[in-house]
């Protein structure tokens, strides 16, 4: 069972004019994403390789205000927050959440998503939500994906890579023993002593800060 850093999610109002915004200030090109069907939310991408910052808006309101995704993009958006989470991915669910259930973790059901890719390459995935709440997180999601190989969103032209996401955490000692459970030792992720919890900022080629 393999766990690494997948993703990190950045609310933008609009998807347009955050993918603008990317590439005047830090000379990153963004490329299209999708909607997410049932969530009301749509992303666009900046690939990373085998990581990729989404950028995520609200595409329907009323449908965004029946999913746990839409309601953190839209809470994310009012509190003016760059971020609403991050994710990790694994290549073995089951495992992963018998290992977590074995440590005393309560998880939620799991559930299914999916959206169609600007080619028509349809992406699937499971996704294992770990903190339920509607507020931002030190503990990320886990998703498993289920797409062809090549097809990973990061794979899209990657142009440049992610070194670090740093997360901010009332108890950065708490918070580093779960994720060191979940992750293990690893050089692209810090979690730092914060007022409140949640991702900061993502660290790109090894100095570039967004946040």
């Known amino acids: 069972m393999g766990v690494e850093l997948d993703h990190v999610l950045m609310a933008v109002a609009d998807l ?8 005047r200030e830090h000379g990153l090109r963004v490329v299209g994403g999708g909607r997410h069907p049932g969530l009301g ?3 666009r991408i900046l690939p990373l390789g085998r990581q990729y910052l989404e950028l995520i808006a609200i595409a329907d309101p009323a449908e965004a205000a029946t999913s746990r995704l839409g309601r953190r993009v839209q809470w994310a958006l009012a509190e003016g927050r760059a971020f609403v989470d991050w994710a990790l991915r694994t290549d073995d669910l089951g495992a ?3 290992r977590l259930r074995t440590a005393g973790w309560e998880l939620p059901p799991a559930w299914s ?18 903190d339920p709440s509607l507020d931002a997180t030190v503990i990320p999601f886990v998703i498993e994906w289920d797409i062809p190989a090549g097809a990973h969103p990061g794979e899209q032209g990657a142009e440049h890579s992610l ?6 955490a009332r108890d950065p000692e708490g918070a580093l ?13 810090e979690v730092v002593e914060a007022d409140a919890d ?14």
């Open 96 to 98: 992963l959440q018998e």
């Open 113 to 130: 998503g999916s959206r169609p890719r600007p080619d028509g390459t349809e992406l699937r995935w499971r996704t294992q939500d770990l």
């Open 41 to 43: 939310t749509a992303n």
């Open 163 to 168: 070194s670090k996401v740093v997360v901010g």
């Open 177 to 189: 023993a779960k994720l060191r459970l979940l992750l293990g030792e690893s050089d692209l992720y």
């Open 198 to 211: 949640g991702v900061r900022e993502v660290i790109l080629d090894g100095a570039l800060r967004i946040g």
């Open 16 to 23: 347009d004019q955050g993918a603008a915004r990317l590439e």
